[in-house]
T-cell receptor, first 113, second 114 residues
């Protein structure tokens, strides 16, 4: 069974540009989560989808971040415009139920120059 | 105060040693507790859930003390392959009942040497 996949694995962009990260959860997992790890800090929760609905977006840092999950399958996280402090590793996770074991993707390493 | 605090280490131990990691959490509303393992530049992977009664999985033993808001992980007979960062993770009921919000500690780095 395929695990959680994320694309791209790395992204280097300049400040002010737009980047879109994609996450494909494990097939059949209704719950999809985004997390972020900034250098030197702990992994922090961003938001939680149940199917296509945002269940909890309390961790989203500001309105430059937009997450979508149209159709309840894959999700995208867009950062527009990117700032230097957005650099970090963005992890996606999915679970079959909540609460339940969350399976993490390999992450997207974002560098904003 | 951090929601989940861990000793960052690193813990450098020889093969075969027993090593213990500790973690404290600040919010008494925390409901579920986990240890995740993260290898260098990889994603976190669930090592084990932690229950009040304590639980054991092979060489790994986890304990939870709700009164002290304290979680521990004991690794016996450590192997080279145990080298990784160990993340203490909790989650809570939030408004509306969702328990999706995992809260991570910064992690404790373990290095097992031959």
């Amino acid at each position: 069974e395929a695990g959680v996949t994320q694309f791209p694995s790395h992204s280097v962009i300049e400040k002010g540009q737009t980047v879109t990260l994609r996450c494909d959860p494990i097939s059949g997992h209704d719950n999809l989560y985004w997390y972020r790890r900034v250098m030197g800090k702990e992994i922090k929760f961003l938001l939680h989808f149940v199917k296509e609905s945002k269940q909890d977006e309390s961790g989203m840092p500001n309105n430059r971040f937009l997450a979508e999950r149209t159709g309840g399958t894959y999700s995208t996280l867009k950062v527009q415009p990117a700032e230097l402090e957005d650099s970090g590793v963005y992890f996606c996770a999915s679970s079959q139920v909540t609460p339940g074991e969350q399976f993490f993707g390999p992450g997207t390493r974002l560098t904003v120059l | 105060r951090k929601e989940v605090e861990q000793d960052p280490g690193p813990f450098n131990v020889p093969e075969g040693a027993t090593v213990a990691f500790n973690c404290t959490y600040s919010n008494s509303a925390s409901q579920s507790f986990f240890w995740y393992r993260q290898d260098c530049r990889k994603e976190p992977k669930l090592l084990m859930s932690v229950y009040s009664s304590g639980n054991e999985d092979g060489r790994f033993t986890a304990q939870l003390n709700r009164a002290s808001q304290y979680i521990s992980l004991l690794i016996r007979d450590s192997k080279l392959s145990d080298s990784a960062t160990y993340l203490c993770v909790v989650n809570m009921l939030v408004y509306g009942g969702s328990q999706g919000n995992l809260i991570f500690g910064k992690g404790t780095k373990l290095s097992v040497k031959p």
